[in-house]
């Protein structure tokens, strides 16, 4: 059965020109697939999980903006067990309609020189770096101000949204169909078995395949392989571990999954170019 996009409306339409939301809530509670009449920019404060937009899945990560255009399909799944000491994740998010951006086009001459030439994107984008330092710092400008300081923060952040080349892809528009939807329930049972055994057995079976039909659909559908997706999974959540946790490297290879310290240890470096005690020290 397909699960169900739900159309969601932003609050505020009336005395306000955009939604701003500075969210500090349980997992669960985090809207499910849904799409609504305009952009939407999320800035992930604490938490990681999976991102559906558009016809992709991702993984995302503490530090991640992404611009979701309007209408376009989109859920972001924080995995339970990313949630801080009190049991919950953190994102800052602003919404807002293309009226409202055409409208400060026409109204400001300021703003219409600076988006002149722009192509408004179609697709999902995830931002690089630099442009996610200068687009958080913006959004977190926003927390605890009141309306008229964040409309002047809001008319900062549309040019540097829009003409920045700093970005990857994180999704197409397209239907939810059977591809995505099977992608989604892989994504889940990853994010609840990662710590254990995860054989190709198993996660066919989970999406009505057998295991030779299962692993020629996925590495045409992720370009990679389902092993290495798991241990990229792996890898994001012991990064995340290393980051926020004072556990033992050790403690932290099997609670990912990794069955063998050295095995583990080899594979980080290979994979994130350091070994996990160093990314500990950088990060810190």
Known sequence: MEETVTPYELPNRTNHSFFFADACIPPAEEAKLHRHDAWELLYVIHGRGNRTAGD??????????????????HQWSFAPDSAD???RIHYLMAAFSHTFVEQCRELFPELRNRLIDVSFPVNALLFGVKSASVLGNRLMRMRGKDE??????????????????DH???????RIERDVQR?????TYVMRHYS?????NDIAAEVGMNRSAFCTWFKHFNGMTFLQF???YRLNTA???????AKQVSEICYMVGFNDLPHFIRVFKHKIGVSPSHYRKNIQ
């Not at 992709?56 to 399909?73: E, R």
């Not at 964040?150 to 540097?160: A, F, I, T």
Request: charge should be negative; charged fraction near 15%.
């Open 56 to 73: 992709t899945v991702q993984p995302f990560t503490a530090g991640d903006i992404v611009l979701i255009p309007p209408s376009m399909t």
């Open 85 to 87: 000491e009190n049991g």
């Open 148 to 165: 008229l300081k964040r409309l002047c923060e809001m008319l900062l952040l549309l040019p540097d949204m829009f003409t920045t080349s």
């Open 168 to 174: 990857a892809l994180a999704g197409r528009p397209a």
């Open 183 to 187: 992608m989604q329930q892989i994504c």
């Open 196 to 200: 254990h055994a995860v054989t190709l």
């Open 230 to 232: 798991l241990t990229l």
């Open 239 to 245: 990064c995340e571990l290393l980051k926020d946790s």
